[in-house]
């Protein structure tokens, strides 16, 4: 069960960076192939320099799945081009979920080769927020990321817990899991829902372009 | 011949690549290094992400030749910077041919070692086109390629039909070879010449930044 | 004595570039995750392309030392922001020297696997400036070594010269190291002091988007 839980959120975490991807990019006015191109980017990237760093074969050089898979959300995206506007919710949570997820992927991959917990949660952080980094770039926007949303910070407090709790917690894997992914998505909806940021550093125009 | 021809033409790929990134680069005004520096990663900007995604060497680690060749073509462009004018036809036929065999390169490479040919296609368009991601990247416009012309789509296209007549043909190789090229030179030229666009989504306005 | 200056030097390096990384991100007006990330990449950028290019293991990803040092300096940069107005001059003596010594560490990687010395010096070259260069795309403007300082240039003659005296002057490999790094802190420091520049070239509104 443990493993078809994990696959189920994959499958939905890769579709959904897809998704955000190909509607970021039908927003730029890209044509089909760009588009597709925006939503592979912004599905693999954050593993794609995971594994990079690691020096594993990068997954979706073998991985025909992944794939098919953002082929096929980016040519519904591009027909059902109005769903934007009416599963936005859904979107959302999709997307909040996948975050949740590829973060603890790419934490555990680094516990699998023996790395330091803190450098682990560097590549669950990387793992999660690479993909939305590369596909703002591409679009020549300021990293979103860094702008509006509570987004790396969830990652960052989400793997951080995780990592405590598989230490200490005593609870099931599976169960430590499923509550670290939960707590992502929770918030990330709490802080968007309530408007939450935290506090910014603002320009006193003592600097000049340092 | 068939060894030279591929040398050949990887030789004027790297010359028109390096070319079109020192122009690029004088155009948004940088100084010579940083001249030379946007003529490197052009040129050989693609064929690195293959190979890191590859995890094979990286070509022009231990290639003098193609650090020379951009070397020079980029004092050159500098010297004689009133060409772009006068050849600009000429550098738009090389910079073609330059796409087409790196795309085709980055596709055997991929074959050689046994990956989905899909993958490989992905792979070749990468090669083809990343330089050029990378550059615009750099002098901080939107990458040319998701905007005014027929570039990723020349690559996919040519790539998908070198794969299948590879396949079903019964062509030699070099031929499947020459025909792919010259069909992705062929596909641009007339995408130019005639304003082919592919249709774009235009946004009308619902949505938010996502 | 070697390595204890190698070290004494790498840690201030890291320490100037995180600094670095921390107050550009502050301006830009980030949170404080944003500018951990920025700092972060700022400060192991370089060296984290170099060491995927030459496929060695990622340096940071087994030291914690590099990770907590740059942890500190944000957490101080942040908390002391008025720093910046007071420490400029210190600030710039130490990204100097950082510079310096990054691109020595990156040739003399290079000349570790038996590279040829021009790609030697292009790895050193990419070790002292991709940190600067990636920070300045995630925060979204044209990365300043294109822009205003005699930076890559710096990099660049600092980085012949130490080729050349290890191979011809005779002086001790420390010497030699620490005179090409006093070389470069110098070049920028007669180059932003006396504000030299490379002749750029200009614009004559000949060439459209190439």
Redesign the interface.
């Given at each position: 069960m443990h493993q078809q839980f994990n696959f189920l959120i994959e499958v939905l975490g890769t579709i959904s960076f897809a998704m955000?991807g190909s509607?970021?990019?039908?927003?730029?006015?890209?044509?089909?192939?760009?588009?597709l191109?925006?939503a592979?980017v912004t599905s693999v990237g954050g593993g794609?320099v995971r594994d990079?760093?690691?020096?594993v074969?990068?997954f979706?050089?073998?991985d025909?799945l992944t794939?098919s898979l953002i082929f096929f959300t980016c040519l519904f995206s591009?027909i059902f081009?109005s769903i934007?506007?009416n599963f936005k919710v859904t979107l959302f949570i999709f997307d909040s979920f996948g975050l949740g997820l590829f973060t603890i992927i790419g934490i555990q991959k680094g516990l699998s080769v023996g790395?330091?917990p803190?450098?682990c949660l560097?590549l669950g952080?990387i793992t999660g927020c690479f993909g939305g980094?590369i596909r703002d770039?591409?679009?020549?926007?300021?990293?979103?990321?860094?702008?509006?949303e509570i987004y790396?910070?969830a990652c960052?407090i989400g793997g951080g817990i995780f990592l405590l709790m598989t230490k200490y917690s005593g609870w099931s894997y599976t169960l430590v899991q499923i509550s670290t992914i939960l707590l992502i998505v929770v918030i990330r909806t709490l802080a968007v829902k309530y408007h939450w940021?935290?506090?910014?550093?603002?320009?006193d125009g003592?600097?000049g372009?340092?």
């Open positions: 955000s509607f970021a990019a039908m927003q730029k006015r890209l044509d089909p192939f760009g588009v191109i925006i592979f794609t990079l760093l690691l020096d074969p990068v979706w050089m073998t025909m794939c591009m081009k934007e506007r790395l330091h803190l450098i560097t952080t980094i770039i591409l679009l020549n926007r300021i990293p979103l990321i860094f702008r509006k790396a910070t960052i940021q935290i506090p910014k550093f603002y320009d003592s600097h372009e340092a």
